[in-house]
């Protein structure tokens, strides 16, 4: 179904539909309703070339990727937040723009952006903990929203994050109640924001016990299965090895796993695991019981709230920048369990 067909089967002009389905101010509710209505009965969607001419605007949001080895964004986890993000774009009539880019060259593809006109926002992900790429993105004039958010920034702009410090200090208070006093924090790359919380959490509830965090047992780097694999390996020869790991990806706690398993000790009896879960669409965390105990906040739920959050600072020009904090919940699976008697 074409606009016209769409304007003859309510009656009206196709301007003021066009003008309906667009968000115009001078279109009534109870007209912009009754479009609304029938066009998704019809599975009309608007021509996003003729919305562009409409509303002055590209009606695409660019996503702009670096290539280096270590970066955040070579991680699965991207493709449930693009999922998320492109569900929202989709509904309110947007295309998603993606640049992948060699590091050194992200300032000139977001200028490249801002030039040609093709997008009406950029999303940052992964920002680290004094990143440049925001400040550069407040220059070029861009709306903008950031994935998690940079401590070290201290203007405003808009952010969806996880509170990762509340989350990792949970978890931790979780295995100190039972009765664990070697927790290992297997981190992500602490020069990112969400790890440099995440250690902060974790530390702020050892030392509300009075427990002086070992720096044996603090780990930080690319979160693979054989990152947490090592780690439990290495940390296992200690002389007083942990009888607790926190991980920040569920994928490296795979590795954690394998490593506990292959020594012949029970996972959730001799050592217990707590993780940090994307909820990921293609790798669940068990069925009716999850295998891990977990900070659970879905990434592909967090893609959808910061597009709409996009959405909304591009059509609405001049508003002050937007902020939402998720809460992780805390679930308790099968790798928990009181910290073994060791002698």
């Not at 509303?55 to 670096?66: E, K, N």
């Not at 493709?79 to 998603?96: K, L, P, R, V, W």
């Not at 039972?178 to 927790?183: A, C, N, P, V, Y």
Request: overall charge neutral; proline content about 5%.
């Amino acid at each position: 179904m074409n606009l016209k067909q769409l304007s003859t089967l309510l009656g009206l002009s196709q301007t003021t539909v066009s003008r309906a389905l667009n968000g115009y101010p001078e279109v009534s509710e109870a007209t912009r309703q009754r479009v609304m209505q029938v066009a998704d009965q019809h599975n009309y969607r608007p021509n996003t070339r003729a919305k562009a001419l409409a509303t002055g605007r590209a009606m695409a949001i660019g996503h702009v990727i670096p290539l280096s080895t270590q970066h955040e964004m070579m991680n699965p986890i991207f493709g449930d937040f693009i999922a998320g993000a492109g569900e929202s774009y989709s509904t309110a009539g947007y295309d998603m723009v993606l640049s992948l880019v060699a590091d050194e060259d992200q300032s000139r593809a977001y200028h490249d952006m801002a030039a040609k006109r093709n997008v009406d926002g950029i999303v940052l992900h992964a920002p680290k903990m004094q990143d440049a790429r925001i400040t550069l993105l407040q220059q070029i004039g861009l709306p903008f929203a950031v994935h998690g958010r940079a401590t070290d920034i201290a203007g405003p702009y808009s952010w969806l994050d996880v509170n990762n410090t509340s989350a990792f200090q949970r978890a931790t208070d979780f295995l100190l109640d039972l009765g664990h006093r070697r927790i290992c924090l297997v981190n992500g790359q602490e020069s990112m924001d969400f790890a440099f919380r995440r250690r902060r959490g974790y530390e702020a509830a050892l030392q509300a016990r009075d427990i002086a965090p070992d720096p044996a047992l603090l780990f930080a780097g690319e979160m693979t299965e054989v990152y947490g694999y090592d780690t439990v390996r290495r940390t296992q020869l200690l002389e007083q090895p942990p009888t607790a790991y926190l991980v920040s990806s569920i994928i490296a706690a795979f590795g954690v796993r394998r490593a506990i398993e292959e020594a012949g000790l029970t996972m959730g009896r001799d050592i217990s695991v707590i993780t940090h879960d994307d909820d990921l669409s293609y790798l669940r965390n068990g069925a009716d019981v999850p295998v891990f105990t977990a900070t659970r906040s879905s990434v592909r739920h967090a893609g959808s709230r910061l597009a709409k959050l996009l959405i909304s600072q591009i059509e609405n020009p001049g508003a002050p920048p937007l902020t939402e904090l998720l809460e992780a919940e805390l679930t308790v699976g099968r790798s928990t369990g009181p910290a073994p008697n060791r002698i």
